[in-house]
């Protein structure tokens, strides 16, 4: 240890500035970690992550890179196969396993980011995101140092009480910025590369992505574990919708929950939207319905998840639809639906 580490612990120590404190415990450890004591490096981080020197909320803002995020406590809808690898993970964070970097990758509004969340609730930890409109910049090489910076931040983080959030992590390695430069998108790759590779192993790091199909296999391969969230089956999307449909139409005295219309709309779909999406349209639809008309919210779930801006009964009827249903559906009353229907 150099002697100018241990009079900068005794002078924060004095000076009560335990951020600092921290951030040069950090570096120490780190220093015993590169010359091959990690023993020793995880000793001393888990000492100052278990005391009361634990950074607090408020010196996150002297973070460049990194800001913390508010999330809820409102349990996740998941597919009980994704859910089950969620739990996985908590666990092995919990039990201080080998695993800490984690990829989840899937299409929009499958829950990536809403499950790294649900992680933090469980474990009761701080989620600190990555800010990439800041950290990518359009000048040469910019980009690849604050890459450095923010690895940096990361490593004085006291691990044991935050989890660090990548959320869509391909706005970084994949360089939407500087497409047109190989050689700069190869400087980030290959510094986020580098980076990664002497982070802190107790660090929890969980990333995601829209493009999986894009990414280096080199980055991928950083990775402890990776998760899929295309894992979702019609049934699951519906048991889902129904969820979101029901706690919605709890908070909405002027409408009435018609199960049976709804899964039927949903049926008929050729293809049922990921939850994300689902949540949105339902809690508008609900939102904006009439007053007046306790039904209302599934003609507008209807008409949002149709492309015909038109009501055509006789369609409604091939797809099984009820006179009274398409009577919710059409504001046409029954007495005339059945009159088309039979003209037809």
Do not use: C, W
């Amino acid at each position: 240890m150099k002697k100018q580490s241990i009079m900068n612990l005794v002078r924060y120590h004095v000076e009560k500035n335990e951020e600092a404190f921290i951030s040069e415990v950090a570096e120490i450890a780190r220093e015993f970690d590169q010359s091959g004591d990690s023993a020793m490096a995880t000793y001393l981080m888990e000492l100052v992550s278990s005391a009361n020197y634990y950074v607090p909320q408020s010196s996150y803002k002297n973070l460049h890179y990194l800001t913390k995020v508010d999330y809820t406590n409102t349990p996740l809808l998941l597919p009980e196969i994704i859910e089950e690898d969620i739990l996985g993970i908590t666990r092995a964070i919990s039990e201080k396993s080998d695993l800490s970097k984690f990829l989840f990758y899937g299409a929009p509004g499958t829950g990536k980011t809403e499950s790294a969340y649900q992680i933090a609730r469980i474990l009761g930890r701080d989620l600190l995101r990555v800010d990439f409109e800041q950290l990518i910049d359009s000048r040469l090489g910019e980009t690849a140092k604050n890459v450095s910076i923010l690895f940096d931040e990361i490593n004085h983080l006291a691990f044991g009480k935050i989890i660090v959030l990548m959320d869509e992590i391909d706005a970084l390695v994949l360089d939407r910025v500087n497409a047109n430069d190989l050689r700069e998108m190869g400087r980030v790759t290959s510094t986020f590369i580098k980076e990664l590779d002497r982070l802190n192993e107790n660090i929890i790091i969980i990333a995601t992505t829209n493009l999986f199909t894009n990414f280096d296999k080199a980055i991928v391969r950083r990775f402890d574990a990776t998760v899929s969230f295309d894992r979702y089956s019609n049934d699951d999307l519906i048991e889902i919708a129904d969820s979101l449909l029901s706690s919605t139409l709890k908070k909405n005295a002027n409408s009435r929950q018609d199960m049976r219309l709804f899964n039927k709309i949903l049926n008929n779909l050729k293809t049922i939207p990921y939850p994300g999406d689902l949540k949105q349209i339902i809690k508008t639809s609900v939102a904006f319905s009439s007053e007046a008309n306790e039904y209302d919210y599934l003609r507008k779930i209807y008409f949002a998840l149709n492309d015909n801006k038109e009501i055509d009964i006789q369609r409604l009827s091939d797809e099984g639809y009820t006179t009274r249903e398409i009577e919710i559906l059409s504001r046409i009353p029954k007495s005339s639906v059945s009159r088309k229907l039979k003209e037809n």
